[in-house]
């Protein structure tokens, strides 16, 4: 889409992003003031949020934070949405010992792949994530809570407010919709505790630049900014078996298949590691594979000679339907290019409470 055609027409559509946008501010008012109740827990919580509507990278960030708390003998709890698992209206968890007997159709894929990784940890979906801690908590009883999605679910107290930001997405985008594509103004950035830009390393120092000058005139004083990039680690089958070094990608042809919110974000993934995608296949956000799509897709990338390549968050609800081999998925890690100390430190501030 041309932005710079699409702009002009969408000036009509600037009363509605205003009013929409107050609304949200009344909202977060409205709770500032105590009118709307916020729920209180002894335990520390951390939030996990963005403003964006679609994809920020939330997961990946919220996987480096649950080891670095494991890795201080932290029993982390995540409450996650679960979003269009079965049990996202009610109430669900999953620890992370017994992994592989839960079901993405009935936990989400996020909520599987952040217990995957995490050790004595536990991960609670349901939208009503102060009811689901309210009710775990004795049996989990967690040293810290982190609050995936976080930032618009006000009714839980928290300690840390995370904000994270897709570097790449248009300066010109940020704002409420319909004319941008923030679920909420700028504004809401007076409760961030801290910001990090992802995909830093696909845009240019201009752009960044910008950006971080656009957001800091809404944050408080001394609020940090770190910058992150996603970087694969290694290339996985099916059965989370390594396969192949990410060098080795280069100049494979390959097949892109994915149901996540930014999905050229992948292929541009795959381009960056010397892959040559010769196919796509983007699925809704989230979507739930049928067998009848893997056995397709497995015959066109074998009549084709195409790697079939996915994500993790794919990977886990692609394994109730297929057990292929052939299937690969990318496995991510975040680095830091600025601000990793600052995060650790307000982490480390509210663990020590």
């Not at 996987?63 to 890795?71: I, Q, R, S, T």
């Not at 940890?121 to 609050?147: A, M, T």
């Not at 009549?303 to 993790?312: D, G, N, R, V």
């Not at 100390?341 to 509210?350: A, F, G, P, W």
Request: hydrophobic content about 40%; charged content about 25%; overall charge positive.
């Amino acid at each position: 889409m041309n932005l710079k055609l699409v702009r002009p027409f969408l000036r009509i559509f600037y009363p509605i992003s205003i009013l929409w946008e107050m609304v949200y501010r009344l909202r977060r008012f409205l709770y500032d003031v105590g009118y709307f109740k916020q729920n209180n827990f002894k335990v520390p919580v951390i939030s996990i949020g963005n403003l964006a509507l679609g994809g920020t990278g939330k997961t990946p960030f919220t996987l480096w934070l649950g080891k670095y708390l494991n890795d201080k003998n932290k029993r982390v709890m995540v409450l996650t949405r679960g979003y269009k698992g079965k049990l996202e209206k009610k109430s669900g968890i999953i620890r992370s010992k017994n992994i592989l007997s839960y079901n993405p159709y009935e936990y989400g894929d996020e909520a599987l792949v952040i217990c995957r990784h995490l050790k004595d940890s536990s991960v609670v979906v349901g939208r009503d994530r102060s009811q689901n801690l309210r009710y775990y908590f004795e049996e989990e009883k967690p040293d810290i809570v982190l609050l995936d999605d976080g930032h618009q679910h006000l009714k839980v107290a928290r300690n840390l407010n995370f904000v994270l930001f897709d570097a790449t997405l248009p300066l010109e985008q940020y704002s409420a919709p319909p004319t941008g594509y923030l679920r909420e103004g700028l504004t809401a950035l007076k409760d961030a505790d801290a910001i990090i830009l992802g995909r830093v390393d696909l845009v240019s120092l201009e752009h960044l630049n910008k950006l971080e000058k656009m957001l800091k005139k809404y944050c408080l004083v001394d609020v940090p900014l770190a910058k992150i990039k996603y970087v694969p680690n290694s290339v996985k089958n099916i059965a989370y078996q390594n396969v192949l070094e990410v060098s080795e990608l280069s100049g494979k042809n390959v097949m892109a298949v994915t149901g996540i919110a930014s999905p050229n974000s992948f292929t541009g993934l795959l381009e960056s590691l010397g892959a040559v995608v010769k196919a796509e296949y983007f699925y809704p956000d989230h979507h739930f594979y049928t067998s009848e799509e893997i056995e397709q897709l497995l015959s066109v990338s074998k009549k084709e000679k195409l790697y079939l390549l996915t994500t993790e968050k794919d990977i886990v609800k692609i394994r109730k339907v297929s057990q292929s081999l052939e299937i690969l998925y990318i496995d991510i890690n975040i680095v830091f290019e600025e601000g990793e100390r600052e995060i650790k430190d307000l982490v480390d501030s509210v663990v020590k409470r």
